[in-house]
């Protein structure tokens, strides 16, 4: 799908008009091959344009919630958020002025029970938070599938997935979370355990002036491979720590995040993941994440079988999000 | 004797409405004015909203707030009264903060 490039700034302003001002109450970053379970109540309606190291996103956050008279009342609210993102394994979301395209859509219900403080602990009492999620995803895969041992058919599978997650986060303090959570995802046309190739489309051949035999191409990655469908799921666990601020009380703080996580699928081997590093929040909003540098080990048993090496099992993940406050 | 009493303190005390919009990075937070508190609700950007009509007796008007939130977190309550609005803003250090503010009534343009 070709997308001029007006279009993608109008796309992006529109997205910023949508969020208005922006904050942070939950963790965008893909950590341990999955979504952080975490999910700090409060903050504002985040807007951000993220970008790792193996995709970028574009995505967009907006709450409701019961009205409430007390920091200390439960507190329950609802929270959509949905955004576009590059296609696993492809850098750029917008790329030469093509718009690669995947989507996530996501309903999150969160019910905090405030930490009654006693004496003791005061102002340092944390909260008890749940939730529970329903997500969808959707992004293209281009796959050459086989019919014969002579011929393959070319085409573009809408790979989607469709998730029931639900979880817990206990705060110790404000600034000490930590989240478990459980996720079911029914996949169709799911590439996992699979990768991509190169597939060639040859246009031309002929020699240069040396004889040289040449032949004109267009490639492109796909799966060689017929698409089916499966269940998977994954437990997961994550800790977030704000362990200080660099300077005064306009400075950034920096924090730790933690995460381990199991994913099990009817047709793919189990997995083990984990993933740790540090991170550095917006100044004034501390569970606003803007950078951060994780070290993972993915599959670290190679159960999957894909990584025999284990430096192929380890990698580091590089996150910068950006607010669209930022690009005023 | 009992009536023009009461006539004269519900004269002093004006009704008016009271808005309340709360920004910035902290977790949660809650208002009283005149020691009435003012349901809070997070809206669509996440920022917490509510309004309220008050009965307000001159010559000040007391706001206390709380809010929660990670370190060095920053709140901003915008509180609108006549059209004026003010502001209760501040860092958050340890986990929760309170904060007691009076404000005269000339500061919200109200006849005393």
Request: aromatic share 8%.
């Amino acid at each position: 799908m070709y997308m001029k490039p007006i279009l993608v700034q109008a796309l992006l302003y529109i997205l910023f008009l949508a969020c208005g001002r922006s904050a942070l109450a939950q963790f965008p970053i893909h950590t341990a091959e999955g979504k952080s379970g975490l999910l700090v109540a409060g903050g504002e309606g985040v807007s951000l344009l993220n970008y790792e190291v193996s995709e970028s996103r574009v995505g967009v956050k907006t709450f409701w919630s019961l009205p409430t008279h007390s920091v200390n009342e439960p507190l329950t609210e609802i929270m959509f958020d949905a955004g576009f993102s590059a296609t696993k394994g492809k850098r750029d979301l917008f790329k030469g002025g093509s718009f690669t395209p995947g989507f996530d859509l996501g309903l999150t219900l969160l019910h905090t029970l405030e930490k009654q403080p006693n004496r003791s602990q005061s102002a340092r009492s944390g909260y008890h938070q749940f939730f529970g999620r329903v997500a969808v995803d959707m992004v293209e895969r281009k796959v050459a599938e086989p019919n014969d041992e002579d011929t393959l058919t070319l085409d573009s599978l809408a790979g989607t997935s469709l998730g029931l997650g639900g979880g817990y986060n206990h705060a110790f303090t404000e600034n000490l979370v930590w989240s478990w959570s459980a996720l079911a995802q029914h996949h169709w046309n799911s590439a996992e355990g699979l990768k991509e190739k190169d597939v060639c489309l040859q246009e031309r051949t002929g020699v240069d002036g040396n004889g040289t035999p040449l032949a004109v191409a267009s490639c492109d990655k796909r799966f060689i491979a017929s698409l089916t469908d499966e269940w998977r799921g994954q437990l997961r666990t994550d800790v977030f720590w704000v362990a200080r601020a660099f300077g005064d009380e306009s400075s950034a703080t920096l924090g730790f995040l933690t995460s381990a996580s199991l994913d099990v699928g009817a047709r793919a081997a189990s997995s083990f993941n984990v993933s740790i590093g540090p991170t550095v929040q917006r100044p004034e909003h501390p569970t606003q994440v803007l950078f951060a540098v994780l070290l993972e080990g993915v599959d670290l048993a190679n159960n999957a079988g894909q990584s025999p090496k284990f430096r192929d099992r380890v990698r580091l993940r590089l996150y910068v999000g950006v607010p669209f406050e930022f690009l005023k | 004797m009992a009536k023009k009493v009461a006539d004269s303190e519900a004269s002093r005390a004006q009704r008016h409405e009271v808005a309340i919009k709360l920004t910035g990075g902290m977790r949660r937070g809650s208002i009283a004015i005149e020691a009435a508190s003012i349901p809070l609700r997070k809206t669509g950007d996440g920022t917490f909203e509510g309004k309220k009509t008050l009965p307000l007796e001159a010559p000040v008007i007391t706001a206390t707030s709380v809010v929660k939130g990670a370190l060095l977190a920053k709140y901003d309550f915008a509180i609108t009264i006549n059209d004026v609005t003010k502001h209760i803003k501040g860092h958050i250090r340890d986990g929760v903060k309170t904060d007691e503010e009076n404000f005269p009534f000339s500061a919200f343009k109200l006849d005393e």
